[in-house]
T-cell receptor, first 110, second 113 residues
Framework: NAGVTQTPKFQVLKTGQSMTLQCAQD?????MYWYRQDPGMGLRLIYY???????DKGEVPNGYNVSRLNKREFSLRLESAAPSQTSVYFC?????????FGAGTRLSVL | QKEVEQDPGPLSVPEGAIVSLNCTYSNSAFQYFMWYRQYSRKGPELLMYTYSSGNKEDGRFTAQVDKSSKYISLFIRDSQPSDSATYLCAMSGNTGANSKLTFGKGITLSVRP
């Protein structure tokens, strides 16, 4: 049982480049989330998807887009990366009180 | 004022000590309370959750909630070096499809052998 799988684990981008962070869960959860974690800021919600076919903005959505491809997969896209988007990104899924996180993607934007 | 405030730390204790980690919150809509543990360079993992005032015990861990004071705590008894990690409190207003979590900033605990 893999849980929540994120790819890639590490990425370095130049300012202005685009990329997509992939996330898949095998727990048949309806809800999925993207968080970013920065030193001194904790975990902040970027976007979430309550169910397949729906997405909503979280606390810090600017500069990001998301796609809920199907029940298993939820991707996060940076169209034009900025140094302020240097962070660790976590995908999560939930059903009820249990929210489960992936191992994270460490992104550096130079 | 942030919705969830957590003692910033870091915290260093000797092995065997009792550890108390605390969070306060301002949003009365929060009904569900969780503690996550995050090891270095890993994702957060759910440690405990509770949804009522009072205590909930799981092995060496006890979660305490006081809704009247908007205050939650996690106690770790007989702390071990393997407990060294960052601990994050998290809260939610519901358990349904939009059960978004609001996190504290986390506190890093180091247990010295």
């Amino acid at each position: 049982n893999a849980g929540v799988t994120q790819t890639p684990k590490f990425q370095v981008l130049k300012t202005g480049q685009s990329m997509t962070l992939q996330c898949a869960q095998d727990m048949n959860h309806n809800s999925m989330y993207w968080y970013r974690q920065d030193p001194g800021m904790g975990l902040r919600l970027i976007y979430y998807s309550a169910s397949e076919g729906t997405t909503d903005k979280g606390e810090v959505p600017n500069g990001y887009n998301v796609s809920r491809l199907n029940k298993r997969e939820f991707s996060l896209r940076l169209e034009s990366a900025a140094p302020s988007q240097t962070s660790v990104y976590f995908c999560a899924s939930s059903e009820g009180l249990g929210t489960y996180f992936g191992a994270g993607t460490r992104l550096s934007v130079l | 004022q942030k919705e969830v405030e957590q003692d910033p730390g870091p915290l260093s204790v000797p092995e065997g000590a009792i550890v108390s980690l605390n969070c306060t919150y301002s949003n009365s809509a929060f009904q569900y309370f969780m503690w996550y543990r995050q090891y270095s360079r890993k994702g957060p993992e759910l440690l405990m959750y509770t949804y009522s005032s009072g205590n909930k015990e799981d092995g060496r861990f006890t979660a305490q909630v006081d809704k009247s004071s908007k205050y939650i705590s996690l106690f770790i008894r007989d702390s071990q070096p393997s407990d060294s990690a960052t601990y994050l409190c998290a809260m939610s207003g519901n358990t349904g499809a939009n059960s978004k979590l609001t996190f504290g900033k986390g506190i890093t605990l180091s247990v010295r052998p």
